[in-house]
Nanobody
Framework: QVQLVESGGGLVQPGGSLRLSCAAS????????MAWYRQAPGNQRELVAT???????NYADSVKGRFTISRDNAKNTVYLQMNSLKPEDTAVYYC?????????WGQGTQVTVSS
């Protein structure tokens, strides 16, 4: 069983940066694929970025070139570096760990981009 705790959200002005962290407890973190999702009010949850156990990454078109996902297996943590933030990035951001049939979610962290 993997438990995930996100942190690092907050209020930032347009053009600013934030780094989200997702700390995992439990065994086998390095074997899990990890992802960040987000959900804005009235919208469906959408995939933002993924990173495989081998370190390969993929991004939604809306965040390419601005967001970077990374992982530190020694710290059981995955990160989302968000630069050049826009108001439309405002959402609750969720961390996900997936391995075969298993999928685990964190509780989410709010990111608000506003002047």
């Amino acid at each position: 069983q993997v438990q995930l705790v996100e942190s690092g959200g907050g209020l930032v002005q347009p053009g600013g940066s934030l780094r989200l962290s997702c700390a995992a407890s439990g065994s086998g973190f390095a074997r899990y694929g990890m992802a960040w999702y987000r959900q804005a009010p009235g919208n469906q949850r959408e995939l933002v970025a993924t990173i495989t156990s081998g370190g390969s990454t993929n991004y939604a078109d809306s965040v390419k070139g601005r967001f970077t996902i990374s992982r530190d297996n020694a710290k059981n943590t995955v990160y989302l570096q968000m630069n050049s933030l826009k108001p439309e990035d405002t959402a609750v951001y969720y961390c996900n760990a997936h391995l075969g049939p298993w999928s685990h979610w964190g509780q989410g962290t709010q990111v608000t981009v506003s002047s």
